[in-house]
């Protein structure tokens, strides 16, 4: 395989054996090597070299390449291409450093994350001990209690089921509305975690930082800010305030967190960048 | 003459010259004694193969290679949190098998009488050595779990490690934290107490309030349009058997990704 893979070989044409299907190997090896049936023995019971090399069966890459067809030639054809390209950019790069998109997890990320996260276990630890959780009384069907509650990370979901006000009446229905508060509830829900699913669609780029875009940075606040003020209006029973004045503030405060964030990491952003290019980019500039 | 060859392969010979002490002298003859039988050094050959081709050597660290000189030390425990993820979901996974040993999802009566679920969990915590221990882990461990998924998506977010070659991890990350709450959701459900029940409810109106399939989906997800005993069991069956396998291997295939991507950088 070792020199079958290299991609240069693939382009010479002189090897052009084997596109008839017949044993691949024949054209290259020595004939000493080729065959078992020749003068030497093949012994199974692990005494001699009963092992033959698996490159005289082998067809090369070019060979593969040539044989198929349709999808799987295309395949081939990729590869190649894909590895010159590593090899152009390679070899044209000038810089001292690989350029790298990324570092890798091992060995330095993930024995530093080790370290880390044993100290956290041991605070689930400490947790555990100090503030364990009860249980309530048994279910009733006949008793609602007074706060239904699912765990405190499902209450942006419990929120979102409450947006009945927001369902559109539409007037050509005569006022009623399209679906029902429940069903626009759960579809709030799917919209919301789709919109997250969609980030890396809209927001392309190299950059990194959040004051790289303060656009999306203010985005992403707001969408924080949201996910608080949204869940605490799903336990507006629990709250002292007015429903509909929480409900105004639950949209009200993330755009307001979102404009803040936007111009705080605007006005932040010319020094920083200064900062940022000194530092970073001497050793790596950007494309 | 005698039957026992004595070659270079006399492994016990090699090892009697090597003057070994006992750990090392135990540890060759397992190692040997396995390797006989399943040919274990060809494998770690691979790995070590493998680990060559991929690390050409040993790489710089991130403060070495900008020469920062540790200056943004403050930033690696937000780094950390996806381990922290994957160890918080270990040690839950851990607890909450010893917990299956004494729980069983049955009889679940919604006439306000302990059901066979709550009073195993009753048990639990008050006739089982470390019970009310082993509960308060599992307990904070999922909590714990779901919250350092959030941060972690957070983190994802605000550093942009989200773009060109990661948006597949993300997407990966999208639909294991839908399946973290999940987890917790069916977990919530199991003790069977008031508050278990009524979250159990709202789940029920949700999928019911599905367009067109809400039926077909309350009936498969919990067992009728009424809380039953059927709920409990699907809700343990998804809690224990269903979610463990797709979320282990979701959180597998997640950290390859990392691994074979690298940490987007910067820090
Ligand atoms: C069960 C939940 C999850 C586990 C166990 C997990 C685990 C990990 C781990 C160990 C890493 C390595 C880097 C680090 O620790 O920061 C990582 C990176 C990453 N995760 Fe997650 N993750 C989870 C959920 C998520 C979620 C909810 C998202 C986003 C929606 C996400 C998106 C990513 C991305 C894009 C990376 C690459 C980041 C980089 O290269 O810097 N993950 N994950």
Redesign the interface.
């Known amino acids: 395989m070792t020199e079958d893979t290299d991609t240069t070989d693939a382009e010479e044409p002189t090897e052009d054996v084997a596109a008839d299907g017949g044993p691949a190997g024949e054209a290259s090896g020595t004939p000493s090597e080729l065959r078992s049936d020749g003068g030497e023995e093949t012994a199974t019971d692990g005494a001699g070299p009963g092992i033959v090399p698996p490159d005289d069966e082998t067809p090369a890459w070019s060979e593969r390449k040539q044989r198929s067809q349709g999808l799987s030639r295309l395949t081939y054809e990729y590869f190649e291409r894909a590895r010159r390209e590593d090899q152009d950019l390679r070899q044209e790069s000038s810089y001292v450093e690989r350029d790298v998109l990324g570092f890798p997890a091992w060995p330095h990320e993930m024995i530093r994350n080790l370290a880390i996260t044993s100290f956290f276990v041991g605070m689930i630890i400490l947790l555990s001990a100090t503030l364990p959780p009860h249980i309530g009384p048994p279910a009733n069907s006949g008793s609602t209690p007074a706060i239904i509650l699912p765990d405190w990370y499902l209450y942006w979901s419990f929120g979102l089921l409450k947006l009945a006000p927001l369902n559109p009446e539409l007037s050509l229905l005569g006022g009623q509305k399209l679906m029902a508060d429940r069903t626009f509830g759960v579809l709030a829900n799917l919209v919301v975690v789709g919109a997250v699913a969609i980030v890396p669609f809209l927001n392309k780029g190299a950059a990194r930082r959040p004051v790289e875009q303060p656009f999306w940075a203010g985005v992403g606040f707001g969408g924080v800010v949201f996910a608080f003020t949204i869940s605490a209006y799903s336990v507006n029973n629990l709250i002292p305030m007015e429903p509909t004045l929480q409900f105004d503030l639950a949209f009200l405060l993330p755009v307001l967190a979102a404009c803040i964030a936007y111009s705080v990491l605007k006005s932040m952003r010319e020094g920083y960048m200064f900062d940022l290019n000194r530092r970073y980019y001497r050793l790596r500039p950007p494309k | 003459m005698s039957l026992e060859r004595k070659d270079d392969h006399d492994h016990k010979a090699w090892m009697k010259e090597r003057d070994l002490t006992p750990v090392e002298s135990i540890y060759l003859s397992v190692l040997v004694w396995f390797d006989k039988r399943l040919r274990i050094v060809d494998y770690l050959e691979l790995l070590e193969d493998l680990y060559y081709k991929?690390?050409m050597q040993?790489?710089k660290?991130?403060t070495e290679?900008?020469n920062?000189d540790n200056k943004f030390w403050y930033w690696?425990?937000l780094?950390?949190l996806?381990?922290?993820s994957t160890?918080?979901y270990i040690?839950a996974a851990i607890s909450g098998a010893l917990l299956g040993f004494y729980y069983a999802p049955a009889a679940?009566?919604?006439?306000?009488?302990?059901?066979v679920a709550?009073q195993q969990?009753?048990l639990i915590?008050t006739d089982l050595n470390m019970g009310?221990?082993l509960?308060?882990?599992h307990?904070?461990?999922a909590?714990?779990m779901?919250?350092a998924v959030?941060l972690h998506m957070?983190r994802v977010?605000?550093?942009?490690?989200?773009?060109?070659?990661?948006?597949l991890n993300?997407?990966i990350g999208?639909v294991l934290i839908?399946l973290t709450?999940v987890f917790?959701?069916t977990g919530?459900l199991l003790?069977?107490?008031?508050?278990?029940?009524?979250?159990g409810?709202?789940g029920v109106?949700?999928s019911l309030?599905?367009?067109l399939i809400g039926e077909w989906v309350a009936q498969l997800l919990f067992g009728g349009f009424?809380?039953t005993q059927a709920t409990l069991q699907r809700m343990y069956l998804l809690h224990v058997f269903l979610l463990p396998f797709v979320v282990t291997t979701l959180i597998a295939v997640h950290?390859g990704i990392?691994?074979m991507?690298?940490?987007?950088?910067?820090h």
Not at chain 2, 157 to 167: L, V
């Open positions: 991929v690390n040993m790489p660290s991130h290679q900008y920062l690696y425990p780094y950390a996806g381990s922290f160890i918080a040690v679940a009566a919604a006439d306000g009488t302990p059901s709550y969990i009753s915590m009310f221990f509960r308060s882990l307990r904070w461990s909590q714990v779901v919250a959030f957070l977010y605000f550093t942009g490690a989200y773009k060109e070659p990661r948006e993300w997407i999208i839908s709450m917790g959701y919530y003790p069977w107490d008031q508050l278990a029940f009524w979250a409810q709202i109106e949700m309030s599905i367009p009424t809380l950290i990392v691994w991507q690298g940490i987007a950088e910067p």
